[in-house]
């Protein structure tokens, strides 16, 4: 990365849980934030687009990015579905002044929180229940019944991570989750 020390807030939870739409929710109030877009191997969903949701690539490509060290972290998030953050992406949100907002897994979160990069702000999001998470996977209608039993079980390992985060926040309620994520991010913009 071409900045010294970019401040970065990380959002991480178990699929489902939120935090999109808290990323989404912080991006519409903060204009000082900028996405970082993540790179992905898997197929894109319905109304995603190159670039904007995600940099798509197949594996081969993908594993060309982790040859030449062009990732900042990576993960294999689901067997042949790998994410990642592209070093580029960092310094394009550092050099037009603005703080880096990643919404990615768990793990990824985990590898860049034990990274020591200084300026960073980490939130694991979380529902109140593994049922509560089912309901949402459910109403999302993106996910057979087999996927959404994976993504409850990788939920219930993934929950062990939390402690390794700055904060952790119980998104029940959005109105309650945005109000206290504005906090949090309000208060490290300010540092």
Same mark, same amino acid.
């Given at each position: 990365?071409?900045? =010294?020390?970019?401040?970065? @807030? @990380?959002?991480?939870?178990? !699929?489902? *849980?939120?935090? /999109?739409?808290?990323?989404?929710?912080?991006?519409?109030?903060?204009?000082? %934030?900028?996405?970082?877009?993540?790179?992905?191997?898997?197929?894109?969903?319905?109304? #995603?687009?190159?670039?904007?949701?995600?940099?798509?690539?197949?594996?081969?490509?993908?594993?060309?990015?982790?040859?030449?060290?062009?990732?900042?972290?990576?993960?294999?998030?689901? =067997?042949?579905?790998?994410?990642? /953050?592209?070093?580029?992406?960092?310094?394009?949100?550092?050099?037009?002044?603005?703080?880096?907002?990643?919404?990615?897994?768990?793990?990824?979160?985990?590898?860049?929180?034990?990274?020591?990069? =200084?300026?960073? %702000? *980490?939130?694991?999001?979380?529902? !109140?229940?593994?049922?509560?998470?089912?309901?949402? %996977?459910?109403?999302?209608?993106?996910?057979? !019944?087999? !996927? @959404? #039993?994976?993504?409850?079980?990788?939920?219930?390992? #993934?929950? #062990?991570?939390?402690?390794?985060?700055?904060?952790?926040? /119980?998104?029940?309620?959005?109105?309650?989750?945005?109000?206290?994520?504005?906090? %949090?991010?309000?208060?490290?913009?300010?540092?």
């Amino acid at each position: 990365m071409q900045s =010294p020390s970019p401040k970065i @807030i @990380i959002l991480t939870a178990p !699929s489902g *849980s939120g935090k /999109t739409t808290l990323a989404q929710y912080l991006l519409a109030k903060y204009p000082e %934030l900028d996405f970082s877009v993540s790179a992905t191997t898997r197929a894109p969903r319905q109304h #995603e687009a190159n670039g904007i949701n995600y940099y798509f690539y197949n594996e081969n490509e993908f594993q060309q990015l982790i040859t030449e060290g062009k990732l900042l972290e990576y993960q294999e998030v689901y =067997p042949g579905q790998f994410y990642g /953050t592209l070093n580029a992406e960092v310094d394009r949100i550092c050099s037009a002044g603005k703080t880096a907002l990643f919404d990615i897994d768990v793990k990824g979160a985990y590898n860049l929180e034990q990274s020591n990069l =200084p300026n960073v %702000l *980490s939130v694991y999001i979380k529902t !109140s229940s593994l049922d509560v998470l089912r309901q949402r %996977l459910i109403a999302r209608g993106t996910e057979s !019944s087999e !996927s @959404i #039993e994976k993504r409850l079980f990788k939920a219930k390992e #993934e929950l #062990e991570y939390a402690k390794y985060f700055d904060y952790v926040i /119980t998104n029940d309620r959005l109105e309650l989750a945005q109000k206290m994520i504005s906090v %949090l991010v309000e208060d490290f913009l300010a540092r």
